[in-house]
């Protein structure tokens, strides 16, 4: 198989794309996605867990939902991209149907954290990676006051956190952009923009 294409049934058919997009909580990383991903044509990678569903998940839609000894077969064997465990459940982001879907020509997102991108970065270092960014920590802050659901003392952490967070991205090398919400629309139409020029380019 070629770096940018195979032959399939007497055609040649592009890959696709995998790419990585990280960010803090309150940069907007959710509605920018929402927003980008039809107009870029990708699609999301629906991750693994243990946890329970809740009310109106959908097994397959929302989560691929599976027993813990299955995720620590899924770990064992190498089926998964990247994996972590928050709050006493099993997250993580299986392989083959993004493989699969690479191998049909689709552009893949996963959303995951930072440390779940340098796992994925040492799986698919080929993938790329995108870091949603705030215009400073006084505008996340504000963000962060405007959704009221965090007590000062949980803001405060949520601000280190972040800064953490985007401390931690920068430090690992893996990143290729960083996109700057400080507009909406401006922050969509740059994604949308870069998935399409990396696409063409894979």
């Not at 946890?51 to 190498?78: H, L, N, T, V």
């Not at 040492?122 to 705030?134: C, D, E, G, Y």
């Not at 949308?192 to 990396?198: C, P, T």
Request: charged share 25%.
């Amino acid at each position: 198989m070629g770096a940018a294409e195979h032959a399939a049934t007497g055609n040649r058919v592009r890959l696709g794309r995998l790419f990585v997009v990280s960010g803090p909580s309150g940069v907007g990383k959710s509605t920018i996605l929402s927003r980008a991903l039809p107009c870029a044509g990708a699609v999301f990678s629906v991750s693994a867990t243990t946890r329970q569903p809740r009310a109106g998940e959908q097994d397959g839609r929302d989560y691929f939902f599976i027993s813990r000894e299955q995720f620590e077969r899924m770990k064992r064997q190498g089926e998964l991209l990247e994996w972590a465990e928050v709050f006493g459940n099993l997250y993580g982001t299986p392989a083959e149907p993004v493989l699969r879907s690479i191998r049909a020509g689709r552009r893949v997102v996963l959303d995951i954290d930072v440390q779940g991108a340098i796992q994925v970065h040492q799986r698919m270092p080929s993938a790329v990676f995108v870091l949603i960014v705030p215009p400073d920590m006084q505008t996340l802050r504000r963000r962060l006051e405007g959704r009221s659901s965090e007590t000062p003392e949980e803001l405060t952490a949520r601000l280190a956190e972040a800064q953490h967070e985007l401390a931690s991205a920068r430090e690992s090398g893996v990143y290729d952009y960083e996109v700057v919400n400080d507009d909406l629309d401006a922050a969509v139409n740059r994604l949308v923009g870069m998935i399409q020029r990396e696409s063409d380019n894979a």
